[in-house]
Each structure stands twice: as structure tokens, then as C-alpha cells.
């Protein structure tokens, strides 16, 4: 065999050269799902600016300046804090597989889907993995959490923040202290609540999070935050190992290295620091699209951003209980920016997202698990918690539900949301 | 404690408010090093188009598209042609550790630090990792190959296509063959290469290989594409495991599945597929940039963009030897897209490279291990593999050269390249 010469027929083509399809050209879409959400424009905008090297001094400045604005978004003053390039769950695996040795024990609270997410990405790194559930609908009690660190005595505690399954938002402000108290890492994944829900990385002890920008952040998928406590930076650099190929001959050489390369924190973390030690190529657009996520949202306050989203929720709620819906779950532990509405008996629930997304151009989601079937999740979060995006949101599925054959109260839903957004 | 109230203080912060930093606005840099290059600009452009939800038909129709588009760029039929998200070694990782178990025997001809980087990548994840190596600057004979296949009956040989450390570009047309007449699965990581020079999947007897935007396909790091064989998607079909979440009755739980969630191709090819079952949430806007980088290669004609990268590629090698420098390795198997030019006597490397960046604008890069300090690696690649980058850049390199008083023949840089692009 030899090399294919050039001007040579494709093998295995099965699409033509002229059939070669256009620039990506997307519909215009409100997305009021439970993330992705609609970007904010000057993200979309940062994405498209000119890449730079990757030791470029402007790279580097770049990469100094998002760990300092995420360091204000997550409350924090971890000198590690930074991206991993993937989407958020590339960033649990990182914590997950940095912190837990194999054989370690891992404590799993789950009141979702994602709390199953974080006990399989555990056991996948061969931790002995203990699991508390709630029933979904439902945050896990700080007393059960208690109870179980005090049985399990787990390395890790595992804990989401806002599950989008169920539409939670598990308090964490409590945990840190007891995970302290017995030696326990406290990790949370916050991709679906940071930004939108109120999150102190280090007020509650917290010595792990990670993201994804895809939710309150208003970004693409592809780009996890993350930020570590000294604690767990020191776990991360007992277990370092630097690839072959950079290793220095003073370079230390754990023997219980973590089983990733991709997701070494430590390197990370070499990456990241004053030594810029080569591991990955920084995902150059996507650094541009975090930066700016955290920049539009310190521009703007973050907790005022976290008490935008509080409203744009309550009106959501509002609105769509003034259409006479019910509501998922415990609402006095719903997360701010997406709601489970109960899919109205004799309403097709997949056809009227259908026709939301058809004819209104407006996206609202479906399921999982239990709940796949009974209710629609609908998102404010990010750039779309704001009042016209609610206000036509609930215009739509008025008509929508209307066209279904549900009586609904004419206005009920917009007019119940602006009454929120208005103060009254 | 208590969760911090909208309008307290941020904990941690070291950056005052005021002096947030403005929106990204890079220099203007002409990026001619081993990698990332500047991205075409219809890259830049496609990663600024609206996010669209992760469902839409919009949204899966651009990733079938972008599967089909990438089936031309490998020259493969296989079905299972995707994106992994994450930088190039993001795709390095799940072709290794979904298609290795542990204790498995992998096989690595190495020639460069990046066969190191696969045999570490194989290391962690638990393989029972054999290499075989010669002098930087060379590549592996395939007799070399044959012989150590014979002799440790690997599963898997994992074989660079072009390591950037060294320029070289290992042929591998010959090795397929090889592989399947032993039962070996035959992997290429094509980072470097891809785009630049020919590469067959199907004709050559691929079984996986990866690769990432940041070279020859001329987009910004994040996105890996892969492709894998029928034989290469048994062996990971034979390994299923769903997560829990979102895991069916009848979904089978192999006892020996991929050791990470985030890199199971197994349950990637099923998002990718036409159960579309949800996994990470892809990331859209390197999904654009992917689509794009494809669409522009193939609109131009997948050899003749080769041929244009050997055309540049020729003419900067022929540029920096009319300049008196000599080249590192064995210019008979160097990549089209990348040449290392020793550092002339009493030249110092950095700050000959920190000048071209500061007053040319022009980057080139540095090198690793045996070779650091030793030569520069200039690139022709992807949106740069054009006359006026190739001249701009040896013309600033005289300047440069002649400032750190070597004596270069004027014009003898831009002449002998400017007569490879006439064919004189």
C-alpha cells in the first residue's frame, strides 16, 4: 500500500464535493431549556477574536487574569483556580481522579441525576463509592450528610450544588464545617447553579468546585472552571508525576499517580503556574469565551447577577403557575434558574416543545430518569434571565398549551411574571 | 455559616471591581511555530454564530455533517468518526484508555516526545507499555516495527504520524498491513500531521486515530477529531457500560468498561449515533470551529490543500537554508508543515524569537528535551502554509538574524523560497 496521491478519489466519500455544505449558519433560538443557554453576544463576540501562541505574553496574561475573575466568581482566594478544557464534566473527572486515590472511599449524597454522574465517574476511578439518596424533588438534610461522614468516613464527600434533573439547589453552607471536622475533601459540582445561586467557595469551605459555562455562566459548553483549596492542592502535588518527555531529572515521581494524563491536576496545575510547564495546548477561543463569561458577570455585580436570576426565576414561576401548572419538587429548594413544570394531563408533552422550538423558535426541555415524561424543564439563566426572554417564554407556551386543547387563563402567565418582575 | 446575601463583600478577592479588564483584544501575531497557528478566518467567524440547544435538529444535523465532513479529511468510511472535547490529547486518551484494558500490552515506536506522551498516556491507564526508540530527528523503520510486533504480540500499537518535537513524519502506509496480518489494532495520533500531509485511514489499515484543530486543520485548540474502524468500535462495544442516570434495563454493564466516563467512546458513539444518548453536552461552538476547519480544506480539495502545505513547506525550508542555516533530522521524512532550523553559533535562541514576536508580530517556536536551545521549529500550517506568510517570515528572520550580528546572504531567504513558489 502506498500513500494516496494527491488529486487522488476520496475513499469512503459518500458526500460529493459540490454537495459541501454552507458556513454554519444556526436558527435564531430563545434557549430557555435547562443549559446550553443562549451566550451572552460579547461572549460569542470574544470567541471570534485572533489567536495568540500559547506562551504568547498575551496568552499568559490572559490565563493570569481569567484565574483572578474566577477566583471573584467562585468567592475564593485558591491560587489554583482554572480551566480544564472540556466541558463540565471533564472537570469532575479532573477533581474526582486527582483527589481519590484508588480503593479511597467517596461519598455520593444524590437527589438527581448528577449525583449518579459523580458515584460513576467515582467508581470509574476504582474509588469504593457510598451513595445517600433522597427521593428526587428533594435536598439531602445536613444531618444525613452528618450521619453518613461519621459512618462511611469517606476521603471525599461528593456533593452537587443545583442538580437540573430535579431542579435542587443542595445547601452547602453547613458542609464544609463537618467535612473539616472529620478530614473529609469537600467537593461540588456547581456547573448547573454558579453564577445563578449564591456559591462561597471559600466562606463554606468548600475544597474543590468545578463548572461548566453552559448554564448561569451564559457560554458555550467546552470549558470547565475549577478551583481547589490548599488542602486539595497538596493532595494533587503528593501524588505528581510530569510526563515523560518534560520530566526534569528533579522532577518528582509519585508511584500513585494519578491514572490521567489529560486530567492530572498537577500538571494542570504546572500549566497554570509560574512554571507554564507544557501539558495540553490551552483551548485558546474557548479562554476567551471563559474570560469574558466571568467578566460580563463581575461587570455587572456577581451578586447582582445571582439576584437577576432570583427574579427572572420567581417570575418564571409565577408565570407559569398563573398558567395554571403545577410545580416539581421542593420550590423552597429549587435552584433560581430552571424550574420542572408538571406536563398538564392531555398535553402531548413532547409535541408542544415541538412546537415551541417549530413555531416560536424557543427551546424548553424535556427529562430524565423518573421525571422523563411528567414535566418540562424551563431555564432563566445566563443571558436569558431577563424579562422579555420570561415574559415571551410564557407567551408562547400560553398559545402552545391553547393549541393543545389545555384551557388556560388568557395572560395568566405573562401577567403574573411582570407582576414579579415589577415588584408586586 | 450562611450563604453570603446578594451586595456582601467578595471573600478572596484581590482585584477591585474598576479594574475589571476590558474585552479580549489580542496583538495581531503571524503564529508560523509547530502549533497552534493562526485559525482561518472563516474558523474565527464560525465560532461566533448563536448557540443552539443540544437536541435541536439544527444541532445534530451539524454533527452529522460534521461526522461526514471529517470521514473525507481522514479518507474513511468508518461510521464512527466524531469530535472528542477537549484539546488534541483529550482524543489520545480516549482512543487509548477505550481501547486498552489494563494489563494490556501496547506497543510504541517512539521518535519524538509526543510517542513518549502516548506511552505515558498508556502508562496511566494501566497497559503494560513496550517502546522502541531511535535518535531524534529519524523515523522508525518499518522492518523496526514488524520486528518488535513479533516479539511482544502487543494489542494495540500506538504509533505518532508526525511528532513536532523532531519535524518527522513516520510513514505509515506499510504498518496497517502489519497489524492486521498479527491482530494488532492499529492507533495514529495525527495532531500534527493531519491536513498537512496524506493520510489514509482506510488504505493504510487505521483502526483509530485522532487529531486536533490547532495544526494543519487551522482552528483553535479543543476539539479532537477521531475516527475508529469496525474492529476498533467492537472492542469498545464489547466494554458498554451506561452511566447510571440515564442507563436502560436492557443496556448491557460489561465488568471490564473504560476506567473514565469522560473518554468511554462507548457511550461518545452513542451520543454521536442515532440513539443520541445524552453524555457530555457537545461543545457547540468547537463543534462550528471543527465544521468550518473541514469545510474550508475540503472547498479548497483535501490534496490540494496537502499540496499547498508541501509547496510552503519546501519553500521555507529552501528560505532558511538560502538565509545559512542548517536543518535538524532527516529532511527526507519531514512533515510538510513544520522544519527545525539549528540556531546559528553565537545567535541566542530566545532572544532572537522574543524579537520576532515584539517587533515582527511573528512567532516561532521554541523545542524540547535533547533539542531545547538547540533549534527554532518554524511552521507552514494550515491558513499559513501561503506565500506571503512564508516570505514575511524569512525577511523578518534576516532582519533578525542580522541584528544579532550573523552574517546572512540579503535576500537570500524570500529569493530561494520566492523561486519554490514560482516552480523555478
Chains 1, 2 share one sequence.
Not at 139 to 157: C, H, K
Not at 180 to 186: D, M, P, R, S, T
Not at 209 to 230: H, M, N, V, W
Request: aromatic residues 6%.
Amino acid at each position: 500500500m502506498t500513500a494516496a496521491q494527491p488529486g487522488s478519489s476520496l475513499p469512503g466519500s459518500s458526500l460529493p464535493g459540490p454537495e459541501l455544505p454552507g458556513p454554519i449558519d444556526p436558527p435564531t433560538r430563545l434557549l430557555m431549556g435547562p443549559g446550553p443557554v443562549s451566550a451572552y453576544p460579547s461572549v460569542l463576540r470574544a470567541m471570534s477574536a485572533p489567536l495568540v501562541g500559547q506562551y504568547d505574553p498575551f496568552m499568559t496574561a490572559s490565563m493570569t487574569e481569567t484565574q483572578e475573575l474566577y477566583r471573584q466568581v467562585w468567592g475564593t482566594a485558591n491560587e489554583a483556580t482554572m480551566l480544564v478544557d472540556g466541558t463540565s464534566r471533564a472537570g469532575i473527572e479532573a477533581a474526582i481522579v486527582s483527589l481519590v486515590r484508588p480503593g479511597e472511599r467517596v461519598l455520593v449524597p444524590v437527589f438527581g441525576r448528577f449525583g449518579l454522574l459523580l458515584a460513576e465517574i467515582a467508581e470509574r476511578a476504582m474509588a469504593e463509592v457510598h451513595t445517600i439518596e433522597v427521593p428526587w424533588g428533594q435536598v439531602v438534610p445536613v444531618s444525613t450528610i452528618d450521619e453518613a461522614i461519621r459512618r462511611v468516613r469517606p476521603t471525599l464527600l461528593a456533593l452537587v450544588q443545583g442538580d437540573t434533573s430535579t431542579t435542587m439547589n443542595q445547601p452547602l453552607d453547613e458542609v464544609g464545617a463537618l467535612c473539616a471536622q472529620h478530614g473529609v475533601l469537600f467537593y461540588s459540582d456547581a456547573t448547573a447553579s454558579l453564577g445563578g445561586n449564591p456559591f462561597e467557595a471559600d466562606a463554606w469551605g468548600l475544597d474543590a468546585a468545578t463548572a461548566g459555562l453552559q448554564k448561569c455562566l451564559g457560554g458555550p459548553s467546552g470549558s470547565a472552571p475549577i478551583t481547589l483549596s490548599e488542602r486539595a492542592v497538596e493532595v494533587v502535588r503528593s501524588r505528581k508525576r510530569v510526563e515523560a518527555g518534560i520530566r526534569e531529572p528533579d522532577d518528582p515521581e509519585a508511584s500513585d499517580y494519578v491514572r490521567s494524563n489529560y486530567f492530572d491536576l498537577g500538571m494542570i496545575l504546572d500549566y497554570w503556574g509560574p512554571r507554564r510547564l507544557n501539558h495540553h495546548t490551552e483551548a485558546t477561543s474557548m479562554l476567551y469565551a471563559a474570560r469574558e463569561c466571568a467578566r460580563v458577570i463581575l461587570a455587572e455585580g456577581r451578586d447582582a447577577v445571582v439576584e437577576r436570576h432570583r427574579l427572572a426565576g420567581d417570575a418564571m414561576l409565577a408565570g407559569v403557575r398563573g398558567l395554571g401548572l403545577e410545580v416539581f419538587g421542593d420550590v423552597a429548594h429549587k435552584m433560581h434558574n430552571v424550574v420542572a413544570v408538571e406536563i398538564p394531563e392531555g398535553v402531548p408533552g413532547d409535541a408542544a416543545r415541538a412546537a415551541m422550538l417549530t413555531d416560536f423558535g424557543i427551546e424548553i426541555g424535556t427529562s430524565f430518569g423518573p421525571l422523563h415524561g411528567r414535566v418540562w424543564r424551563i431555564g432563566t439563566m445566563g443571558y436569558n434571565a431577563r424579562e422579555d426572554a420570561v415574559l415571551t417564554t410564557l407567551a408562547a407556551l400560553e398559545a402552545v398549551l391553547r393549541r393543545f386543547g389545555r384551557a388556560v387563563p388568557p395572560g395568566g402567565g405573562t401577567e403574573a411574571a411582570a407582576d414579579v418582575f415589577r415588584g408586586a
